[in-house]
């Protein structure tokens, strides 16, 4: 069927003189990786890609809201296998998009995901249909396929019939699977590695570096015994934390943490504890273990050997943690979003970071001459982390907020916020703000004062949030700009629409009730449509011509021309005065009620979804399947123009528009 469907667009395109029928651009073929399987096991499902020249199709491990449509599997259930985990990539190449501001991963060429699922029933069938994105720089055309599949290579030779678990039907059989980001694996063992540092520039572990390595020097008969000591020593320090990490992992379970991650009660929780972190931090009071546990521990390093170096590394940890304590929960508290490795991978970068330079020093006790003396440069550490702690507490809060609809925490309030943090760490730094054990500072170091400057400039760069600037780089952290209630730039477009000055200045044109409007919006203030006959409908009734966008959440060069050509005055206008305006998207997943499925005459299928009417009803009635794709209609739903592909050529898209426009004119003299 699906090859049908390619022959016969191919066909349509030497038929149309308007329309846009771009060739088939993937073939794929399916494999397992064990073809003779009991019930019980576990297998993958191999699913391998040619893309044509010039061609590339996107991965499956792009983050959620990046921009480009990730490759998914969604598999028919049927009860005789569950998924297990997600889809995996192999190998895909990595390049920044400008467009998505982000990183995306892609195949050219050849390509390959593996998909894992366990065998419950001796009746194994498995089927589904791969949805996908592929793309071209050549004439900037993306488009969004799908491919049916069915494994029949698999023969079920022992073991009885099994129960599906429900947690992972639900993981398997969600309507899309994407792959657990590795690249946020190594991000957040960076953070943590950073975090560690932070942690040895604190009053309770600076000072125990040359102590400690003074230790081994001394107590050791030789200088390669001190040196393996203090590898021991710092090895066990990773090791602690690392348990510390599965200890973590083993009480709540990665469903749990996931629970946790979205549930409004865990994340006051959790705004708390940063919130007693930070207060802990600026010197209110100190966090501290029960000092008979300490100096049981202390006990036992003192017994020497290689048992008495690990109790000494267990000591270290236990010793510090007033002011280790906050920074590990805060690491952990961060790696509450359902991956089992990630507690564990944050506790190995923190505590390498942590360890390193106890075991360098011992191997380089002449590098401790040149270590700065401990002060009040100590406390100073303390504090800033303390204020970043509190800037990362209202993530936190933030959730909740949203979840309870409380209005609390809109995201001017939260920009607020964090600017007053940002100044205030900045003043700190001057030496202008003393908080408890504070020491004067008569001059300011080169350091903090260029800290500082980063505080400020931080700063300066949150301001614009306060009146509806989107601070691209903070998205992820801010709550979302449906909550910002002073959006300067919104209410000066509406005023200016409203006005009549430049936008949909036609009083007959004012639109109501609009489908899909409160998930689906059009850039630069365009009033419109998002669904075909309610678009067409207005048109008929301010006799003006539409205009059709086939576009998708997921194409690149449906916003570039949003962003290099819409926003151009000339157009803008055009598209604001003397056109209907529909955006229709081919990819949103949105499921419609059962009323209005229904199947296609072109390929038999049914239609269940936004973005799959969308998508059929360009093919059928346009013979194209690229995006952007521009139609424009009269009242009687006939072309006016030729369609138009992706040009990024803002005079060529005028005169597009002006020859429509001439066109509509004609036939209604």
């Known amino acids: 069927m699906k090859k049908l469907f390619f022959l016969l667009a191919l066909v349509l395109v030497s038929l149309s003189s308007y329309g846009q029928m771009t060739k088939k651009t993937t073939s794929w073929t399916f494999d397992v990786s064990k073809t003779e399987v009991n019930t019980g096991d576990e297998i993958e499902l191999i699913f391998k890609v040619r893309v044509i020249d ?14 480009p449509n990730n490759t998914i599997v969604v598999f028919e259930e049927n009860g005789t296998f569950e998924v297990v985990g997600d ?8 390049k920044f998009d400008n467009i998505w501001d982000a990183d995306v991963t892609f195949f050219v060429g050849n390509g390959e995901f593996r998909q894992k699922i366990k065998v419950l029933k001796k009746d194994l069938f498995i089927s589904g249909t791969l949805d996908f994105q592929t793309c071209t720089d050549v004439d900037g055309l993306c488009i969004p396929f799908e491919e049916d599949f069915v494994i029949d290579q698999i023969t079920v030779v022992g073991g009885e019939d099994l129960k599906a678990d429900s947690s992972n039907q639900e993981e398997g059989y969600d309507h899309l699977l994407v792959a657990e980001d590795n690249r946020s694996l190594w991000g957040f063992f960076i953070a943590a590695f950073i975090f560690g540092l932070a942690a040895l520039l604190t009053p309770c572990v600076f000072p125990m570096i040359p102590m400690t390595v003074a230790f081994f020097t001394n107590s050791s008969q030789s200088k390669n ?6 590898v021991i020593y710092g090895i066990s320090i990773i090791v602690i934390y690392i348990l510390i990490g599965l200890l973590f992992t083993g009480l709540f379970g990665v469903g749990v943490a996931n629970d946790l991650a979205t549930g409004a009660v865990a994340n006051i929780i959790f705004f708390s504890v940063f919130f007693l972190f930070a207060l802990s931090f600026f010197g209110l009071f100190e966090i501290v273990l029960p000092s008979r546990f300490v100096n049981k521990m202390d006990s036992k390093a003192e017994k020497g050997g290689y048992i008495g170096v690990f109790f000494m590394a267990f000591t270290l940890v236990l010793v510090s943690f007033s002011c280790t304590g906050p920074i590990v929960g805060t690491i952990l508290i961060e790696s509450f979003q359902g991956q089992v490795m990630k507690p564990v991978v944050g506790m190995l970068g923190f505590s390498a970071a942590f360890a390193i330079p106890f075991t360098l020093f011992a191997i380089f006790p002449g590098m401790l001459k040149d270590l700065p003396k401990s002060g009040g440069w100590l406390n100073s550490v303390k504090v800033v982390l303390g204020f970043i702690e509190l800037a990362l507490g209202f993530k936190f809060l933030s959730v909740a907020d949203q979840a309870y609809h409380w209005g609390l925490l809109d995201r001017e309030i939260y920009i607020a916020i964090w600017f007053v943090i940002a100044v205030l760490l900045g003043v700190y730094l001057l030496g202008k703000l003393r908080l408890p054990h504070d020491d004067k500072v008569e001059t300011t170091s080169v350091p903090r004062l260029m800290m500082a400057i980063a505080a400020f400039v931080f700063a300066v760069y949150l301001l614009p949030g306060m009146f509806g600037a989107p601070l691209k780089a903070l998205s992820g952290y801010l709550p979302p700009m449906s909550t910002h209630d002073f959006d300067l730039k919104g209410i000066v477009r509406d005023y200016v629409d409203e006005a009549g000055i430049v936008g949909n200045s036609d009083s007959e044109s004012k639109i109501e009730n609009v489908k899909y409007a409160d998930f689906l919006h059009l850039p630069h203030g365009i009033k419109g449509f998002f669904d075909y006959d309610q678009a067409i409908a207005h048109s008929r009734k301010v006799n003006k011509p539409l205009f059709i966008d086939f576009t998708g959440h997921g194409c690149v060069n449906c916003r570039k021309m949003e962003e ?6 000339q157009v803008l206008s055009k ?13 949103d997943k949105t499921a419609l009620p059962e009323s209005e499925w229904y199947t296609s005459e072109f390929d038999g299928k049914v239609k269940k979804t936004i973005g799959k009417q969308n998508f059929d009803f360009q093919i059928t009635e346009f013979k194209g399947n690229a995006q952007p794709y521009y139609v424009l209609l009269d009242t009687d739903e006939q072309p006016l123009v030729k ?4 040009d990024a050529s803002v005079s060529n898209f005028v005169v597009f528009l002006e020859a429509a426009m001439s066109e ?3 036939r209604n003299q």
């Open 54 to 67: 010039d061609w590339y199709i996107y991965s499956s491990d792009i983050p959620e809201g990046t921009g």
């Open 575 to 587: 598209l604001k005065n003397d056109f209907v305006v529909v955006a229709l998207y081919v990819d």
């Open 664 to 666: 509509f004119q004609r």
């Open 564 to 569: 290099y050509v819409w926003s151009d005055p």
């Open 225 to 230: 015994q001190a040196i393996f000591k203090a």
């Open 643 to 646: 369609p138009l592909s992706y």
């Open 87 to 94: 889809l995996i990539p192999i190998n895909p190449e990595k």
